[in-house]
């Protein structure tokens, strides 16, 4: 039995936990009732049997694919503890006393990332943009020779900048966090030795978080880590080494399909282009009710779309509308205030064209 989404769906801006495709949720529904004809629930099946085995292979596969990486090249995992763990273990892996690693400071997640890092070796911040309240990508890097890695986060959620591109020139491997825009574009993900994400934004539910990883950078990984925290015992035991996230690895895999069946990741940045242009345009129509975060616009995120109202005092009226129009989640972060619109791969096309809508009613009422 296919299950079916009959619920009157809100427009879900929410950052994360995010709005997911409604043909993954009708077919996770019905998993959660019986997977295939197995007589069991999704949640009931062992890690280690023939039902959730081609499930497993399928969606590493999958990453792989939608990424237009090799397997002879990349190891991907399926891991615990939230894109925040990774912070953590990619120094524990791969820095040590008397080495540095470099970091770029764009935000909140960033600084996060580089705080753990700070435990277990030097940190070279290579660039930052706190001069400007993180409103843009910093171009300009002063990279350490020699250094282990260089970490970047690719899209940062809560200021709403994007990396347009990998930075160039880097001769060290380069890690990222791409918690909020893996899959959203057609990037060369082959510039990256070490990307992570959780997946609740893009990929799938909260609980589980994709690594992919380098087989040649995780072969300088450190040795002597609890298994939990080393690369290498997960990258052996393909991501089984104990109970993987089973529901999260198998909806993570509906979700990987549902972007082959729209054309894959460039069809999907195309589609992510569209959405995102719809708002920027509205805002940008109005310079005298809201004002972008991000000005620069190379650097504004497809994904997490931020602002802020001139009169400040507007903005419970503004969500307060907006909620009347079924959208929510519209709220910015707490750290930053302000609006932010999350449009993630699943997020629909006239939900963008709803919010531009009454982004115009509202500047137009309270002009
Ligand atoms: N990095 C980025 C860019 C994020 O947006 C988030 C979550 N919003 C995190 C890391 C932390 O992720 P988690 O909650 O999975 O630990």
């Known amino acids: 039995m296919k299950g079916s989404i009959t619920m009157k769906r809100i427009y879900n801006f929410s950052a ?27 949640l009931e099946v062992s890690h280690r049997g023939k039902v959730y085995d081609p499930i497993h292979e399928e969606a590493s596969a999958a990453i792989l694919r939608v990424l237009g990486l090799d397997e002879t090249e990349y190891q991907p995992l399926f891991l615990g503890g939230g894109a925040s763990l990774q912070f953590a273990m990619v120094p524990m892996n791969f820095l040590a006393d008397g080495q540095t690693a470099d970091y770029v400071d764009t935000g909140t997640w960033a600084i996060k990332a580089i705080d753990d890092a700070k435990l277990y070796g030097q940190v070279n911040i290579a660039a930052s943009s706190s001069n400007k309240r993180y409103s843009y990508v910093p171009r300009n890097l002063k990279l350490t020779p020699n250094a282990r890695y260089l970490h970047i986060t690719t899209n940062n959620t809560i200021e709403g900048t994007e990396w347009p591109a990998p930075p160039k020139a880097v001769s060290v491997p380069l890690v990222a966090d791409m ?10 993900y082959s510039a990256y030795d070490l990307i992570y994400a959780g997946a609740q934004k893009n990929a799938g539910p909260a609980g589980v978080t994709l690594v992919v990883i380098r087989k040649s950078f995780l072969a300088q990984a450190n040795s002597g880590l609890p298994a939990m925290l080393s690369y290498a015992t997960h990258a052996k035991g393909k991501s089984l080494y104990n109970t993987p996230p089973v529901f999260g690895v198998y909806v993570v ?46 650097d504004r995120s497809l994904m997490n779309i ?5 009169n400040p005092d507007l903005e419970p009226l503004f969500l307060d509308g907006a909620r009347e129009r079924r959208m929510e989640g519209l709220k910015g972060h707490r750290s930053v205030g302000g609006i932010r619109a999350s449009v993630y791969n699943a997020f629909p096309l006239e939900g963008c064209y709803a919010l531009a809508e009454y982004l115009g009613v509202f500047a137009a009422r309270h002009a």
Request: glycine residues 6%; proline residues 5%.
């Open 253 to 298: 895999g509906l979700v990987l399909k549902w972007i082959e069946e729209q054309g894959g990741i460039a069809a999907i940045e195309a589609r992510n282009r569209e959405k995102a242009d719809i708002i920027y345009a509205a805002l940008d129509e109005f310079p005298h009710m809201y004002e972008p975060a991000v000005t620069q616009k190379s």
């Open 306 to 310: 931020t602002f802020r109202m001139r």
């Open 16 to 42: 994360g936990p995010a709005v997911l495709p409604e043909s993954v949720l009708a077919e996770a529904a019905a998993a959660v009732r019986e997977i295939g004809d197995s007589g069991m629930s999704i």
């Open 179 to 188: 918690s909020s825009d893996i899959f959203a574009r057609d990037l060369n």
